[in-house]
């Protein structure tokens, strides 16, 4: 039952009573149920604050998974990075140097990539500044990663260069030491010994009984084998490659034809007097990039340091050459 309300009207001094409008009373509802709706909505919305729900406890749980795991994996890497620093630096301090190779910078290797944004399709996430320094690292380690294998990669390749240019350079006496009377001469300035004028003598001469071996004092090929050079009568000239060749002149008989690939310390002929030559002997003479050079530099690879010592003093006397 609705209460009844009264008003007190001075005009008439008497009681009146109110009269509630249907209206009235229809806007005084609904109010007050969009208060109760109101209402309801902030606490169910304040709990939602202070109180998860399962899915968000297990999406939670999720959350810090990730997290621990992503600052694990980062921690991995920085100790990849440091094993790939320490293989870098062996590359470029002992591996490259050794090779006579370039170093390659470390600035050079740690570049990162320039021009359009690679990572543009993960920004405007919560996580992007982590997921994106994640990826750049990883680029930039996968960057490094393939310099460094190229570099090994080249160096392969120089280490075989090497392996053949030490074979190829003409580092051996070509007769043998037990073989040898005496060195008759050097390289430098000689009297000629038929205008006795004062010559270069672009080789050396080994003086030796005819018939003792010669031997190809580098690994190469026999470019020439004949007798049309003027002065050398029957020689061999053998090319090595790296800018190395080298004569061997006045021989009595071949073991070689031309075309043929020798290796150091092959027989290829025997000493000889043909040619314009004074005696039995070998004139030998090594090139280096089209030029005569002295062949006394290049056997270390056959004598001890006091042979080498002995054929020095010889070498450098001056006297007449056999040519
Ligand atoms: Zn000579």
Same mark, same amino acid.
């Given at each position: 039952?609705?209460?009844?309300?009264?008003?007190?009207?001075?005009?008439?001094?008497?009681?009146?009573?109110?009269?509630?409008?249907?209206?009235?009373?229809?806007?005084?509802?609904?109010?007050?149920?969009?208060?109760?709706?109101?209402?309801?909505?902030?606490?169910?919305?304040?709990?939602?604050?202070?109180?998860?729900?399962?899915?968000?406890?297990?999406?939670?749980?999720?959350?810090?998974?990730?997290?621990?795991?992503?600052?694990?994996?980062?921690?991995?890497?920085?100790?990849?990075?440091?094993?790939?620093?320490?293989?870098?630096?062996?590359?470029?301090?002992?591996?490259?140097?050794?090779?006579?190779?370039?170093?390659?910078?470390?600035?050079?290797?740690?570049?990162?990539?320039?021009?359009?944004?690679?990572?543009?399709?993960?920004?405007?996430?919560?996580?992007?500044?982590?997921?994106?320094?994640?990826?750049?690292?990883?680029?930039?380690?996968?960057?490094?990663?393939?310099?460094?294998?190229?570099?090994?990669?080249?160096?392969?390749?120089?280490?075989?260069?090497?392996?053949?240019?030490?074979?190829?350079?003409?580092?051996?006496?070509?007769?043998?030491?037990?073989?040898?009377?005496?060195?008759?001469?050097?390289?430098?300035?000689?009297?000629?010994?038929?205008?006795?004028?004062?010559?270069?003598?672009?080789?050396?001469?080994?003086?030796?009984?005819?018939?003792?071996?010669?031997?190809?004092?580098? @690994? /190469? *090929? #026999?470019?020439?084998?004949?007798?049309?050079?003027? %002065?050398?009568?029957?020689?061999? =000239?053998? !090319?090595?490659?790296?800018?190395?060749?080298?004569?061997?002149?006045?021989?009595?008989?071949?073991?070689?034809?031309?075309?043929?690939?020798?290796?150091?310390?092959?027989?290829?002929?025997?000493?000889?007097?043909?040619?314009?030559?004074?005696?039995?002997?070998?004139?030998?003479?090594?090139?280096? @990039? /089209? *030029? #005569?050079?002295?062949?006394?530099?290049?056997?270390? %690879?056959?004598?001890?340091?006091? =042979?080498? !010592?002995?054929?020095?003093?010889?070498?450098?006397?001056?006297?007449?050459?056999?040519?």
């Amino acid at each position: 039952m609705a209460k009844v309300k009264y008003y007190y009207d001075s005009d008439t001094l008497s009681y009146r009573k109110i009269e509630v409008r249907k209206r009235d009373a229809f806007k005084k509802w609904s109010l007050f149920t969009l208060a109760t709706a109101l209402l309801a909505l902030f606490f169910v919305f304040v709990s939602y604050q202070l109180f998860e729900s399962p899915k968000e406890k297990a999406q939670k749980r999720e959350l810090e998974n990730l997290d621990l795991h992503y600052n694990l994996l980062n921690k991995k890497m920085e100790q990849v990075e440091k094993v790939l620093e320490g293989i870098q630096y062996r590359d470029n301090e002992i591996y490259r140097l050794y090779f006579e190779a370039n170093p390659i910078p470390i600035e050079q290797r740690k570049a990162g990539f320039g021009g359009v944004n690679r990572y543009k399709s993960l920004e405007g996430f919560d996580n992007s500044e982590m997921i994106i320094d994640a990826t750049k690292n990883m680029d930039i380690l996968s960057k490094q990663l393939y310099i460094q294998s190229k570099s090994l990669d080249e160096i392969v390749n120089l280490a075989k260069d090497k392996e053949s240019l030490l074979a190829a350079i003409p580092a051996i006496q070509p007769v043998r030491n037990q073989d040898l009377t005496r060195v008759a001469s050097g390289y430098g300035w000689r009297s000629d010994p038929f205008t006795k004028a004062r010559k270069r003598h672009k080789g050396m001469d080994f003086t030796a009984p005819t018939g003792t071996p010669i031997y190809a004092t580098g @690994n /190469g *090929k #026999a470019v020439r084998v004949d007798s049309k050079a003027s %002065g050398f009568g029957n020689h061999i =000239e053998i !090319e090595h490659g790296y800018g190395y060749k080298t004569i061997y002149a006045h021989l009595s008989k071949y073991n070689i034809r031309a075309g043929k690939i020798v290796k150091r310390g092959d027989l290829i002929g025997f000493v000889g007097n043909t040619g314009r030559s004074v005696g039995p002997h070998l004139h030998y003479e090594v090139h280096k @990039n /089209g *030029k #005569a050079i002295n062949p006394i530099d290049f056997y270390y %690879g056959s004598l001890t340091p006091e =042979e080498f !010592e002995k054929i020095l003093k010889t070498a450098s006397q001056e006297g007449q050459s056999f040519d």
